[in-house]
C-alpha cells in the first residue's frame, strides 16, 4: 500500500538515494536538490514529503505555499524512483497529497509546472484532474502550468461570505469607492479611479459581502452585440487568496451567459511590468482567459494594455 510519510533524521537518507531514469532527470531536481529546496522555501511553508510502499521508500515529493494571486499550493517536485515506476504507485500517491491539501484547505487549487514534452507525467496529472491554465512561463517556456481544483470548495460560505448583484445606483457608488481607495497599489491614478467609480452606475455590478460588509466587487460593461468586458474588479488585501475574486467573476460570467453575450474580454497591463499586475495576470489565465493583443500604447508607454477573452 501506498502511504506518505514525514521526513526525519532517520529516516531522510532513506530517500535521497533515489532516483529516475537518466532520460528523466533534466525534468526535476535531484533529491538532494528537492530536500535542499525544502529548505530554501521554508518561509513559503514548504514541505518535503515521503513516499513509500509497504514502507519502502519509493518517492518525494515538494508542496509549498504561493501567495501571489492567483494564490494556490505549487507541487514543485514528484518523483517515483525508476524501480517503482509503471505500477501506478506515483498517481496513487499523487491522490494521497491532493487530499492532504484539501483537508487542510488554505487554497483551493494546486498548480505544478511540468515540461511539455514529459508526457508521462502530464499523463498522471491529467489523470488525477489537472487540466491546463493556458499560462506559459517566460521563464520556462517549454513548460504547461496545470491546476487542479478542489471541488465542493464550501470555505467562503462558511465564513458568511456571498456574492449579491447590486442594483442601487448610490450604493454601487459608495461600494466602488471604499473598494479602490483602499487598493492604491492598482488604483492609485484618482482620475482614472473616478471614472469607474462613474460607470459603475449603470453597469451589472456584483459585491462580495462578509456578512454585512462589503469587501470586493466586479463591473461588467457590453462593448459589442456579442461581447462583454470585465472593466474593473476590486478585493480588500484582508481577503486576497481566499477565493473572493473567483466567487465574483463565476457569478459575473453566469450572468453574462444568461444574458446572451458570446465573448468576454479583459485589460490589464503586460505581464512583466509590475509585480502587482504580474499577479493579477496569473488571476486571470487561471480564470480561463487567453491572450489576445497587446496594445503597447493605449494607455501610456510604462503601461502597455493587455487584452485577454475568453468564449462564454
Not at 459608495?174 to 492598482?186: G, K, M, N, Q, V
Not at 453566469?254 to 468576454?264: D, I, K, P, V
Not at 503597447?296 to 485577454?308: F, K, S, V
Request: one cysteine or more; a negative charge.
Amino acid at each position: 500500500m501506498v502511504n506518505l510519510i514525514e521526513l526525519s533524521e532517520e529516516n531522510w537518507m532513506d530517500f535521497a538515494g533515489l532516483s529516475v531514469d537518466e532520460n528523466q532527470k533534466h525534468y526535476l531536481a535531484s533529491n538532494i536538490g528537492i530536500l535542499a529546496r525544502g529548505y530554501v522555501y521554508r518561509y513559503s511553508r514548504a514541505n518535503v514529503i515521503g513516499i513509500v510502499f509497504d514502507g519502502t521508500p519509493i518517492g518525494l515529493a515538494m508542496v509549498r505555499d504561493m501567495d501571489d494571486e492567483p494564490a494556490c499550493y505549487e507541487l514543485q517536485q514528484f518523483m517515483i524512483d525508476r524501480n517503482f515506476q509503471g505500477k501506478g504507485y506515483g498517481f496513487e500517491a499523487l491522490k494521497l497529497i491532493l487530499a492532504r491539501l484539501k483537508d487542510e484547505q488554505k487554497y483551493d487549487c494546486v498548480e505544478v509546472c511540468v515540461k511539455m514534452e514529459d508526457a508521462q507525467a502530464i499523463h498522471v496529472y491529467e489523470k488525477a484532474g489537472f487540466v491546463d491554465t493556458g499560462y506559459i512561463d517566460d521563464d520556462v517556456p517549454d513548460s504547461y502550468n496545470l491546476v487542479y481544483r478542489f471541488e465542493g470548495d464550501d470555505k467562503l460560505e462558511d465564513v458568511g461570505i456571498r456574492i449579491i448583484n447590486v442594483e442601487e445606483p448610490t450604493e454601487k457608488q459608495l461600494i466602488s469607492r471604499t473598494i479602490l481607495e483602499a487598493l492604491p497599489d492598482w488604483f492609485g491614478i484618482p482620475e482614472s479611479r473616478e471614472q469607474y467609480i462613474k460607470e459603475s452606475v449603470s453597469q451589472p455590478f456584483f459585491v462580495a459581502y462578509d456578512s454585512e460588509k462589503p469587501i470586493g466587487f466586479l463591473c461588467l460593461k457590453e462593448t459589442g452585440k456579442e461581447t462583454v468586458e470585465l472593466c474593473v474588479m476590486g478585493v480588500l488585501k484582508d481577503y486576497h487568496r481566499k477565493g473572493v475574486g473567483r466567487k465574483l467573476f463565476e457569478q459575473a460570467k453566469e450572468n453574462a451567459l444568461q444574458s446572451g453575450y458570446s465573448f468576454m474580454q479583459v485589460k490589464t497591463v503586460q505581464m512583466g511590468r509590475y509585480e502587482d499586475y504580474d499577479a493579477t495576470n496569473r488571476f486571470y489565465l487561471s480564470l480561463g482567459f487567453k491572450e489576445f493583443e497587446v496594445f503597447p500604447t493605449l494607455w501610456d508607454e510604462w503601461n502597455p494594455c493587455q487584452i485577454y477573452v475568453m468564449t462564454l
